[in-house]
T-cell receptor, first 113, second 113 residues
Framework: NAGVTQTPKFRVLKTGQSMTLLCAQD?????MYWYRQDPGMGLRLIHYSVGEGTTAKGEVPDGYNVSRLKKQNFLLGLESAAPSQTSVYFC????????????FGSGTRLTVV | AQSVTQLGSHVSVSEGALVLLRCNYS??????LFWYVQYPNQGLQLLLKYTSAATLVKGINGFEAEFKKSETSFHLTKPSAHMSDAAEYFCAVTPGQGGKLIFGQGTELSVKP
């Protein structure tokens, strides 16, 4: 089925460890986004990309890096995980205009201990 | 810069009663507006969208929303609540071409029997 796939679905990290979250879409969308969801705070934009090879900072970019080497993939990296990064992470993709809305992945639940 | 405010982090209605979830936005350009629903432990599903066509937008599951430019609002309504409507609802805004997709804080809807 076409859509947005996030891997892994769950992960537990120790403080200071690094990891990469992968987002893949097969809808040929230009735009891709990474959000974190925390109770009472909605979805906050971490980083986004408007096309292959481009990235931009969102509302809460500190402690995260991203790369968009291929149009279909958007990677989110945590270089040195902290307990404050315990969250549910969602990836989304959409067309340039946003006219058709945005498609979300099922999320990655990350716990940093 | 655009922003979204959802009034009320928690709304409780009786089954069969009117559902009204409030969303106000700010945007420097004509926006695209969206309502998403999130069921427990799931991703986000698009309910409906406004993209500068009809101001009254109908979505899935009997929901609709009206874009009111003068009030900068995009409130979500459903005439008769069903138990299955219990979920968290998010309003989101984007200026369209080249813009970020920004979410409100979310409103949790509870439906009492």
């Amino acid at each position: 089925n076409a859509g947005v796939t996030q891997t892994p679905k769950f992960r537990v990290l120790k403080t200071g460890q690094s990891m990469t979250l992968l987002c893949a879409q097969d809808m040929n969308h230009e735009y891709m986004y990474w959000y974190r969801q925390d109770p009472g705070m909605g979805l906050r934009l971490i980083h986004y990309s408007v096309g292959e090879g481009t990235t931009a900072k969102g509302e809460v970019p500190d402690g995260y890096n991203v790369s968009r080497l291929k149009k279909q993939n958007f990677l989110l990296g945590l270089e040195s995980a902290a307990p404050s990064q315990t969250s549910v992470y969602f990836c989304a993709s959409g067309t340039q205009s946003g006219y058709y809305g945005y498609t979300f992945g099922s999320g990655t639940r990350l716990t940093v201990v | 810069a655009q922003s979204v405010t959802q009034l009320g982090s928690h709304v409780s209605v009786s089954e069969g009663a009117l559902v009204l979830l409030r969303c106000n936005y700010s945007s420097s350009v004509p926006p695209y507006l969206f309502w998403y629903v999130q069921y427990p432990n799931q991703g986000l599903q698009l309910l409906l969208k406004y993209t500068s066509a009809a101001t009254l937008v109908k979505g899935i599951n009997g929901f609709e929303a009206e874009f009111k430019k003068s009030e900068t609002s995009f409130h979500l309504t459903k005439p008769s609540a069903h138990m299955s409507d219990a979920a968290e609802y998010f309003c989101a805004v984007t200026p369209g071409q080249g813009g970020k997709l920004i979410f409100g804080q979310g409103t949790e809807l509870s439906v009492k029997p």
